[in-house]
């Protein structure tokens, strides 16, 4: 399996070079070069495996034994799904109507983030320890992929996490998650502004590609691919067990069709999207549905081909998808281009210039094929929370909320059987609960993070705030970096 760029200039990368960088040096986003492709046979083999072993058999698609041999890849999957609180990983939530919510928020920081980041990062430690080098991670984030990289990779020899978030747009766990971790490889940034503003000096930072190299940079918000792999897993998980594959096993035998299964994902930067778009490459027959808050831009996308940032980034009850530039569909682009590089350059480099593009009438034509939309107001989202506890005494986080909308809101195909996605726990979110009028009892390591200690740096708003956020970060890497360089290949 080898790897290139959604931009065309960088062809035939091994995973661990793939893993160990953010955005391609042209710019783009990695990719495998050919995705495999799951016969009913094999699925139907898959169908009692555990989500821990599924994700094995995932991975193995897409790292060579040569790099990670199987029994040490299922040591790595093992210890890094063993801090989660339920022994399944995830579970799913069978409420009435037929309401299946796929709960992926049971790890240490409570995000479906956690899933991808544990496994990411012991990939990370495995290929530095082998090397005898570090690494440097940043990570831009909107809320939960901070938190969860800095669990993730608190306390590793080989490891530096720098991680910047938008201060006053994350909740108070959330940023707790961040800033009470006070081991000496996490360093955290408050930036005086929204999640799509950090990523702008961040991208310059992975576009000086001798920084890069000087100071082993990468990435591990869901940029780097190891994150997006990881994630088809829950996709796939959802379809065993909810599309009704066994029960339909004569039937499909004789036809040779699968049962479609719908998903409904909650959606921001499009990772998540990104993934479940793979799987349907992969052959599984998945109907797909994303979901999005006030900051539409993939819902108008959808509907009328228009990519266009809008001015600026809303601040909405579901913070964690407040991003008006949702970086994975650059992905989604590539796959429905037919791997055109040079298309996907031209479209991307406009977008990033004007923040404005028009899709193609083909490129739409095609997505409209394989995506459905929906926007949600956070009445909406209130209104969602406090039906879904008034029939089934559940409480949705407002991201959650932002998906099951559809199920109240669109009428349920007869025979088509439905999964939403549960990104985040409530107990992050406890403000919101309790605007929609209901309570969620924290759990006691929640509780005990307002007792402990802070540590972060701010980023200050200023006449020219990206170029003096982007000069704040290196002199950050070059601080901890230079005292290290003889550790550093």
Not at 165 to 177: A, F, I, L, S
Not at 205 to 231: E, G, P, T, Y
Not at 452 to 463: D, G, I, K, Q, Y
Request: proline share 4%; aromatic share 8%.
């Amino acid at each position: 399996m080898k790897y290139c760029s959604t931009r065309g200039g960088v062809q035939g990368w091994d995973f661990r070079d793939v893993l160990f960088s953010g955005y391609a040096p042209d710019g783009g986003m990695f990719m495998p070069e050919s995705v495999p492709v799951l016969s009913s046979e094999t699925l139907r083999g898959w169908r009692r495996l555990s989500y821990k072993d599924l994700v094995v058999e995932v991975a193995s698609l897409f790292i060579p034994i040569q790099l990670i041999p199987r029994r040490d890849l299922e040591d790595l999957v093992s210890e890094a799904l063993s801090t989660f609180s339920v022994p399944d990983i995830v579970t799913i939530a069978r409420l009435k109507g037929g309401l299946s919510v796929l709960e992926l928020f049971h790890g240490e920081t409570m995000a479906f983030k956690d899933l991808a980041m544990t496994c990411t990062v012991r990939f990370l430690d495995y290929f530095l320890q082998k090397e005898n080098r570090r690494a440097t991670v940043i990570v831009a984030t909107s809320g939960d992929t901070g938190g969860s990289a800095i669990h993730s990779a608190k306390g590793l020899h080989g490891l530096d996490v720098v991680v910047v978030y938008p201060r006053g747009r994350v909740t108070t766990v959330q940023e707790r998650h961040m800033t009470t971790c006070l081991e000496e490889n996490v360093h955290v940034f408050a930036a005086d502004g929204s999640s799509d503003d950090i990523d702008r000096p961040v991208r310059r930072l992975f576009a000086d590609q001798d920084l890069v190299k000087s100071h082993n940079l990468m990435s591990l918000n869901s940029v780097n691919w190891s994150r997006v792999m990881i994630q088809l897993a829950h996709f796939i998980y959802a379809y065993l067990q909810l599309s009704g594959i066994e029960q339909s096993e004569g039937d499909s035998a004789a036809t040779g069709q699968l049962p479609e299964l719908q998903v409904v994902v909650p959606t921001g930067g499009a990772g998540n999207i990104a993934a479940g778009v793979i799987v349907k490459q992969m052959g599984l027959p998945l109907k797909l549905v994303a979901m999005v808050n006030s900051n539409d831009i993939i819902h108008r996308t959808l509907n009328s081909g228009d990519f266009s940032m809008a001015a600026t980034v809303t601040q909405t009850l579901a913070p964690a998808i407040d991003i008006q530039d949702p970086y994975n569909m650059e992905r989604v682009f590539w796959l429905l281009s037919n791997r055109d590089g040079a298309s996907v350059k031209n479209m991307m480099e406009e977008f990033q210039h004007t923040h404005k593009h028009t899709l193609p009438e083909n490129l739409h034509h095609e997505l409209l094929e394989i995506l459905m939309s929906g926007t949600v107001t956070d009445d909406g989202i209130l209104e969602t929370m406090r039906r879904c506890w008034e029939e089934n005494s559940y409480v949705l986080c407002p991201h959650s909320a932002v998906a099951v909308w559809h199920h109240y809101h669109c009428p349920h195909t007869s025979g088509l059987n439905r999964c939403y996605i549960a990104t985040a726990s409530p107990a992050k979110f406890l403000a919101t609960v309790e605007r929609a009028g209901l309570t969620f009892d924290p759990p006691e390591a929640v509780l005990a993070l307002d007792k402990l200690a802070t540590r972060c740096e701010n980023l200050e708003r200023s006449a020219d705030w990206s170029k003096d956020w982007e000069e704040a970060l290196r002199r950050k890497l070059q601080t901890f970096s230079c005292t290290r360089r003889s550790l550093v290949v």
